[in-house]
T-cell receptor, first 109, second 114 residues
Framework: GIQVEQSPPDLILQEGANSTLRCNFSDSVNNLQWFHQNPWGQLINLFY???GTKQNGRLSATTVATERYSLLYISSSQTTDSGVYFC???????????FGQGTRLTINP | NAGVTQTPKFRVLKTGQSMTLLCAQDMNHEYMYWYRQDPGMGLRLIHYSVGEGTTAKGEVPDGYNVSRLKKQNFLLGLESAAPSQTSVYFC?????????????FGPGTRLTVT
């Protein structure tokens, strides 16, 4: 089945730093999505990005479908960026999502 | 518009006890899902439904049953709870033909089985 691998598993940074999170996937990309799970467990949609680049404020994402990876960039990190970031793919036609293991980001003041 | 709600938010069960988790959505979505999240992991699909009266197995269905008698509700049942079912359970819903970006998640139910 589809494998979604994320790196690094953990990342600890000071406020104001920039970070890059990576997602590799084993099959052709279908409906790739980045989620943020905040420290209270809430899941928040960040980007739907099966290909190309999108930006939303301090966050941006790029997916290179031909090379089967996606990157999430966070600039000028804030403590509210802390949490776990998940890369998720959909098994097309099966209504099923495959989650990566996540990257736990901790931003210290 | 409350979105996706889950009841209860927390529960502690003893091994062998049964319980039902309720998921409700007020967006008239066709598709509903139950996931579990274990520590340090992403979500895994337990069961899902593509419409009222239908259910299907996901990735980890063993030990769980589901029912979708009403379009707005999706129930997850544990007939005989086991410590391996200690997890956080998330419900989600989405409309037909939409992308996963438009999948809405509930706040989660934290279940502990002792």
């Amino acid at each position: 089945g589809i494998q979604v691998e994320q790196s690094p598993p953990d990342l600890i940074l000071q406020e104001g730093a920039n970070s890059t999170l990576r997602c590799n996937f084993s099959d052709s990309v279908n409906n790739l999505q980045w989620f943020h799970q905040n420290p209270w467990g809430q899941l928040i949609n960040l980007f739907y990005i099966p290909s190309g680049t999108k930006q939303n404020g301090r966050l941006s994402a790029t997916t290179v479908a031909t090379e089967r990876y996606s990157l999430l960039y966070i600039s000028s990190s804030q403590t509210t960026d802390s949490g776990v970031y998940f890369c998720v793919q959909e098994i097309q036609g099966a209504q099923k999502l495959v989650f990566g293991q996540g990257t736990r980001l901790t931003i210290n003041p | 518009n409350a979105g996706v709600t889950q009841t209860p938010k927390f529960r502690v069960l003893k091994t062998g006890q049964s319980m039902t988790l309720l998921c409700a959505q007020d967006m008239n979505h066709e598709y509903m899902y139950w996931y579990r999240q274990d520590p340090g992991m992403g979500l895994r699909l337990i069961h899902y439904s593509v419409g009222e009266g239908t259910t299907a197995k996901g990735e980890v269905p063993d030990g769980y049953n589901v029912s979708r008698l009403k379009k707005q509700n999706f129930l997850l049942g544990l007939e005989s709870a086991a410590p391996s079912q200690t997890s956080v359970y998330f419900c989600a819903s989405r409309e037909t033909g939409t992308t996963i970006y438009e999948q809405y998640f509930g706040p989660g139910t934290r279940l502990t089985v002792t």
